[in-house]
Structure formats: structure tokens, C-alpha cells
């Protein structure tokens, strides 16, 4: 079997081809061809199949070598092309070779065609395979490219002076220059790193020791700082020798600030908890030291009767009242501490309601009456008539109160007294104002800011007041303002002190909210109309204006269904500037029922002429049955 | 004769519990309850060892050991401190100021009497 050979022959006649042919198969090939001899054909053999070599007549009657040579380009095809032919001269045939032609052969001398056809094929090959190799090398720089120019880390290349060769756009992008600000320039001139973190300025150290990571910062163009890290790879030429460094460069400057930030953070947290350790520390030490003084008492006490040195019952029954009156002191002081460590933790419960203040002030005194009076103070109050209810935790009102009432009294002297009163506040009508004044030494300047910290204590004051662990001011702020009032004090040394705080007056507005939380459907829906009496200028009520309400009672009271009817704000005590009546009755019956008022009442001309205005509001409510206190109320 | 211990307290129940004590274990006694009032008395009546309380008014235990050592007749009378407050927190000035013995309350009895003799006894 002969060697296979595409064999593409443009030639008009049959015998010369078939020459060639045998020519190619006497030297070993075995031949596979077909003879052409027009542009057409031939083009159409072309994008039939492969063809290994082209050999061509030079003059046919319809075609050429040199359109053929031409049409052959036109394809891209890279085959050899070898001019076959009896008639051409010189001159022709070294124009053919110069138009791309590999070779040129006399028909009457085939001898040469099987060496040239060889040689030829050999070369096509080796241009293929450089052909290959090149479009390879392309694809591949290609493909470096594009991995340099989307690399998320900075890439930057110096020679061997430090020079930029290179930077890709990621870090252009990171310092700000334009890369024909960088050519050229030193490495260095990028960074005012003075430490120069970078071993020996690294250059000068060819041997490659310095291949590794360094954390490096760079001076933006901008002036700003970058933070990076930066590996470092040293280049060298095809003679070994240094040529400069490949350089890796991550941004970590938001990473940086990050953990500045984090350690900033840390050390404020840091800052925090010893605080917090010194205060918990101050506390336990001061803790420790106020409760042992009342066990030092009853220490001592409890000692002196075991020893027998209670000589008769007097003087036993003078010791055991020492003893007690300390362990009084110490359950105190422990409530305190319970009750700050609550308001600290948020832990206060309150559950308001809308009560009298005088009722609390009174119930507040008479606790503190037989104290005040061993020690000769006298206890009294100022309440005027009239006064506005409070919406508070009548608890925590006694509370604040006691701790005040009982301050007061350990401040003051003998013949001392002590008042306790309640206003309208001035400067917010919505509130009430109560003072607790008394005749004690006062409280000095510097002290006056204070004395609501936690432990605070006044220096230079008697000795009884000191008794406690200072968490009584304390606790009363916390509760204060947990029933959404203030508290502060007045004073000067020696002249008495006034403590005042503020107490929400109770409105309908304050327990709508509680009213309306009944919304879930019920077949227990009532409707709740509220009669509201306002006195134009919320002054308190004068005696001509509780005639007008008692008339307006009578009328209210005639046209509500009996039993149906809530008159909490009516009884003859409790006078307020804003009056309301709740009525419970059905759905089906309300609007006309309040109607009804509205009518009614317009025609009392007593209203307006006192200057009250009235307003009459429906609402559904559903009520459970079995809600308690707020089915009882309507 | 009696020697004699003044006791310097604001406490005034402890004041008095101790004050009974010592007079039925046989001292003679005077009382201060404040930090000038204390020298007053010390100058007056001549104590033979001061039982000193730190937290005072008018001031303090330390600085009634200060003005006691300003008077000739008071440098060489021995102190005891009996306060409430944390010994780590005050004995090495107290050590300073030359106190004879540091006791926190409550304080045992006999602990307390033996220091008083001892104290006396080394003057």
C-alpha cells in the first residue's frame, strides 16, 4: 500500500494529469485526486474536502496558475502549490514564485516532482504547527491578561531598580494613579512607610531572601493611607540574573479599620466592665459597712444581757428595744437593697389606678405620727379641697412618700416640723405637684445635685441620718419617674429642705387604653358613653361650678336606665376639673341615649355660664363578664 | 484608780452598749460622738486610751488621730480603731498613724477588752 495524498490537480488535460499520477505512484503514494479546470470547479472541490497539495497547469483555456494560486489565497488555505507546466519562461516563473507558488516543475521533467512534493508537504506542516504553537501562545496571553486585569489583589511589577514596569488595573484602582503616573517611578515613592517593613528596601537584596508577605502601606494619590498585604516574588532573566519583583498586593484597609474599630470597642468594653466591677466592689464595701453597723448594736446588746449586765427589767427592757429598733433598721435597709437592685434591673412592678391624693398623703403621715412625735416634730398637711385625682400605684406612691416623710424626719431636730402639700403643678396642669418641706438642717449646695445617686450619703449630717444604706432618694427617683413624674429638692443649709415631685392627674385618656384592650368580640359588647366636663381653663373647680355639676348629675342620673349607671367622679369629696360619668348599656340603645344627654344637657345655660363645657362620647366596648374590676367599674 | 478609755462613735446605741461594758468591767469612760467634740473631751478628761470610730462628723478618725498627736498631753495616749468600715481599705494608714490594734464591727468582747489592757499595760 502506497502513501495516501490528496492530490488537487488544475490541469485541461487528462493525459498530463494521469502523468502525474503515475508519476506520484511509481514513487510509493497512492493517490487520491480530481482534475479541475475552472475557477468554478475548482472552488468547489476546495469546500468539499482536505487536500494535502496543489498542483496546477500554468495556461488552460478557462483558468491560470495565477488565479488559481489567487483563488487558493482567497480560501486561507495554507496547501502547497506547485506550478506544473510545458510552456513557461523564466521570467514567469519567478513571478509565480514571488506571488506565493512553493515550487515550479517542467512537465517534461517529473523527476523532480516527488522530492518537491515532499519537501513541500513537510514545510506546510512545520507552518501549521508554528501556526498552532503561535495561536496557542496568543490564547494563552489572552487568558493572563484577562486573569491580571480582574484579579481582585493588585498586581505590580518593578526591574531591578525598584522601577514600575507594571500595575493592573485592580491596583491602579487601589492607589489612585493612572499607570502612566506609576511607569517609571520607584516603588517607593508610593508609600511613606518609613520603617520600611520591606527587608533592606528589598531590592538590594538580589538573592531572593526576601520572597515572603509583609504588611505594607501605600500613600493613596488622595493622601489617604492604604493598608495591605503584600507578597513578593523576585524575577529573574533567561541569564539568571535579577531582574526585579512580581509583587501580590491585597487591600486590607477596610479590614484595618475594622479592627481599630473592633479594638476600640473592646477596649471601651474593656473600660465598662472595670467600671462596673469598681462600682459593684464600692457597693458590696459600702453595703457591708452601713449593715454592720446595726449588727455591731445588737451585737453588743444581745452580749450585755447573756454577760448579765442588765441589772433590772428597765434597763433589760431598755436594751431588748435598742436591739430591736437596729434589727427594724436592718430589715429596712435589706428592703432598700431589694428594691434598688429591682429598680436597677427595671424590676419595679406598678399597677396604676386613679385615686385621691389626700387619701395618701393622710394614710402616708399617720404611719410615721408616733415616730415624729418621740422625736417632737409636728406632722401636718396643706391640701386644698378639689384636687384632681392622681393616676398612679397607690403603693409606690406611699413608698416615695414614706421615704421622704421618714428623711424628714431624721433630719430635723426637736420642735422641728414637717408639712406635707399638694397642688396643681404650674408649670404642667396635667400634673400634680406634692411637696414635703421640713424644718431640718438642709441640704448643702454641692450635695443638692447628688443626693438622688445611688448611695450617696451628705457628709456632716447627724449621725441618725446616716443611718441607711443611701438608696432611699435613690429608690424614690426610680419610682418618680416610673410613674412618669420628677423629683428634686429645694433647700439651703440650715433653712429646711423641700422635696417635690410630680404625679400624672388621672384623665379618661389615661385608661382608654386599658378599656379598649377589651376589642376581642364578645357577646358581652356594651356600649360605654362618657360624659366629660371641662372648665374652659382646667382652673379648678369653684363652688358655683360644683352646683352647675350636681344639677348636671340630677339630669344625667334621670335619663340612664338604673342600674345601668357609673358615677365615679360624683361623690361630694372628690372634685375634679374634669368630670366623667360612664354609662353601661346595649349597643341597640346607646345612640339614642346619647342623644338624650346631649339634649339634655344643652338646655342647662348654668354650663356655659360658668364657663364648663360639656362632651358626651360613645364607645363599644367588649367586656368580658368575668374581666373583674373592669366589669365591676361600669 | 480607775484608768479611763474614751469612746469616740456616732453610733450613739453602740456608743451607749459599749459605754456599759467597759464600766462594768471596771473602766471609767467618756464619750464623743463627733470628730471635734472628741479632742475637746480627750484634753478635758485626761483618757487613758481612745476607742476611735473612722466615720465621723467634724471630722474623721484619722484626722482626730492627727490633732490628738498636735497636743503634748495626747501623743502618747494609745488608739484603738472600732469602725465599721473595711479594715483592707484603711489599716496600713491606720498602721501609719500609729493605732494600737484595728477592729471591725461587730468586735468580740473579750478580743477587745484583752487590747485595751495590753494597750494600757505597754504605756
Known amino acids: 500500500m502506497g502513501k495516501p495524498l490528496r492530490v488537487l490537480i488544475v490541469e485541461d488535460s487528462e493525459d498530463d494529469a494521469l502523468l502525474v499520477l503515475r508519476e506520484l505512484k511509481r514513487n510509493g503514494y497512492d493517490p487520491t485526486s480530481e482534475r479541475v479546470e475552472t475557477s468554478e470547479a475548482m472552488k468547489t472541490v476546495l469546500a468539499k474536502q482536505m487536500w494535502d497539495v496543489v498542483l496546477s497547469d500554468y495556461s488552460m483555456p478557462h483558468f491560470s496558475a495565477p488565479a488559481t494560486l489567487a483563488l487558493l489565497k482567497e480560501t486561507g488555505l495554507d496547501l502547497p502549490f506547485i506550478v506544473v507546466s510545458g510552456t513557461i519562461g523564466e521570467e514567469t516563473a519567478v513571478a509565480m514564485m514571488k506571488a506565493g507558488a512553493h515550487d515550479y516543475l517542467m512537465k517534461g521533467s517529473l523527476k523532480r516532482l516527488v522530492p518537491a512534493v515532499e ?126 519583583v512580581l509583587m501580590m498586593i491585597t487591600d486590607i ?17 474593656e473600660r465598662t466592665r472595670q467600671q462596673q466591677l469598681q462600682i459593684k466592689d464600692r457597693f458590696l464595701s459600702h453595703v457591708s459597712h452601713e449593715l454592720r453597723s446595726p449588727v455591731a448594736v445588737i451585737h453588743q446588746f444581745v452580749t450585755l444581757l447573756l454577760d448579765g449586765f442588765a441589772y433590772d427589767a428597765a434597763e433589760q427592757q431598755h436594751y431588748l ?88 424626719i431624721k433630719f430635723t431636730g426637736e420642735k422641728g416640723s414637717l408639712t406635707v402639700t399638694a397642688r396643681v403643678f404650674e408649670q404642667n396642669p396635667d400634673y400634680l405637684c406634692i411637696t414635703v418641706a421640713d424644718t431640718g438642717c438642709g441640704i448643702g449646695h454641692g450635695d443638692l445635685s447628688k443626693i438622688f445617686e445611688r448611695l450617696y450619703q ?131 340603645h346607646a345612640d339614642e341615649l346619647v342623644e338624650e344627654i346631649r339634649n339634655a344637657l344643652s338646655k342647662l345655660n348654668e354650663l356655659e355660664n360658668s364657663g364648663l363645657s360639656v362632651t358626651v362620647s360613645l364607645r363599644m366596648l367588649n367586656v368580658p363578664r368575668q374581666g373583674g374590676g373592669l366589669w365591676n367599674r361600669l | 484608780l480607775s484608768k479611763k478609755v474614751l469612746i469616740v462613735d456616732d453610733d450613739k446605741d453602740f456608743v451607749m452598749g459599749l459605754n456599759v461594758r467597759l464600766k462594768r468591767s471596771g473602766y471609767d469612760t467618756a464619750i464623743a460622738v463627733d470628730g471635734y467634740t472628741a479632742i475637746r473631751v480627750a484634753l478635758d478628761q485626761h483618757p487613758d486610751l481612745v476607742l476611735l470610730d473612722l466615720g465621723l462628723p467634724a471630722g474623721d478618725g484619722f484626722v482626730v488621730m492627727k490633732r490628738m498627736r498636735e497636743h503634748v498631753s495626747l501623743i502618747a495616749v494609745p488608739v484603738i480603731i472600732v469602725t465599721a468600715r473595711d479594715p483592707y481599705m484603711h489599716i496600713d494608714r491606720a498602721r501609719e498613724a500609729g493605732v494600737a490594734s484595728f477592729f471591725q464591727k461587730p468586735v468580740d468582747n473579750d478580743v477587745l477588752l484583752r487590747a485595751i489592757r495590753k494597750s494600757m499595760d505597754r504605756v
Open chain 1, 253 to 269: 484597609t477596610e479590614r484595618k479599620k475594622a479592627e481599630k474599630q473592633l479594638n476600640y470597642l473592646l477596649d471601651e468594653l
Open chain 1, 321 to 408: 428595744n435598742t436591739i430591736l429598733r437596729n434589727v427594724s433598721q436592718l430589715r429596712r435597709m435589706i428592703d432598700d437593697l431589694l428594691e434598688s437592685t429591682r429598680a436597677e434591673r427595671g424590676e419595679l412592678t406598678m399597677e396604676c389606678k386613679e385615686v385621691p391624693i389626700e387619701e395618701l398623703v393622710r394614710e402616708a403621715l399617720n404611719t410615721f405620727r408616733g415616730c415624729a412625735e418621740a422625736k417632737g416634730i409636728h406632722l401636718s398637711s396643706a391640701l386644698p379641697d378639689g384636687l384632681p385625682h392622681v393616676y398612679v400605684d397607690p403603693i409606690r406612691v406611699l413608698q416615695i412618700l414614706g421615704n421622704l416623710i421618714d428623711n424628714g
Open chain 1, 458 to 588: 451628705a457628709k456632716n449630717v447627724p449621725a441618725e441620718g446616716r443611718k441607711g444604706l443611701g438608696l432611699g432618694l435613690h429608690i424614690c427617683k426610680e419610682l418618680v419617674s416610673r410613674l412618669k413624674g420628677e423629683i428634686w429638692a429645694e433647700s439651703k443649709p440650715g433653712q429646711g429642705s423641700v422635696f417635690l415631685f410630680t404625679l400624672p392627674i388621672f384623665s379618661l385618656s389615661k385608661i382608654w387604653p386599658s378599656l379598649s384592650s377589651f376589642d376581642t368580640p364578645s357577646t358581652d359588647a356594651a356600649s360605654l358613653i362618657v360624659v366629660e366636663f371641662f372648665s374652659s381653663d382646667r382652673r379648678l373647680l369653684t363652688k358655683s361650678d360644683e352646683v352647675v355639676i350636681h344639677r348636671a348629675k340630677n339630669i344625667l342620673e334621670q335619663l340612664m336606665i338604673p342600674g345601668d349607671v357609673l358615677l365615679p367622679q360624683m361623690g361630694p369629696t372628690s372634685h375634679s376639673d374634669v368630670f366623667f360619668i360612664m354609662a353601661r348599656t346595649d349597643a341597640k
Open chain 1, 119 to 244: 519537501r513541500e508537504l513537510r514545510e506546510a506542516e512545520g507552518r501549521r504547527e508554528r501556526k498552532r504553537a503561535e495561536e496557542a501562545l496568543r490564547e494563552s496571553e489572552k487568558h493572563y491578561r484577562r486573569l491580571i486585569e480582574t484579579a481582585e489583589e493588585g498586581i505590580w511589577i518593578v526591574d531591578s531598580e525598584n522601577k514600575t514596569l507594571f500595575a493592573n488595573r485592580k491596583m491602579i484602582q487601589m492607589v489612585g494613579y493612572s499607570i502612566e503616573e506609576m511607569k517609571g517611578r520607584s516603588f517607593f515613592e508610593f508609600t511613606d512607610d518609613e520603617d520600611r517593613t520591606l527587608p533592606g528596601s528589598f531590592m538590594q537584596s538580589p538573592s531572593g531572601d526576601f520572597k515572603g508577605q509583609y504588611d505594607f502601606t501605600f500613600r493613596r494619590k488622595d493622601g489617604t493611607d492604604l493598608w495591605a498585604i503584600l507578597s513578593a516574588t523576585p524575577i529573574s532573566d533567561e541569564k539568571g540574573q535579577y531582574a526585579g
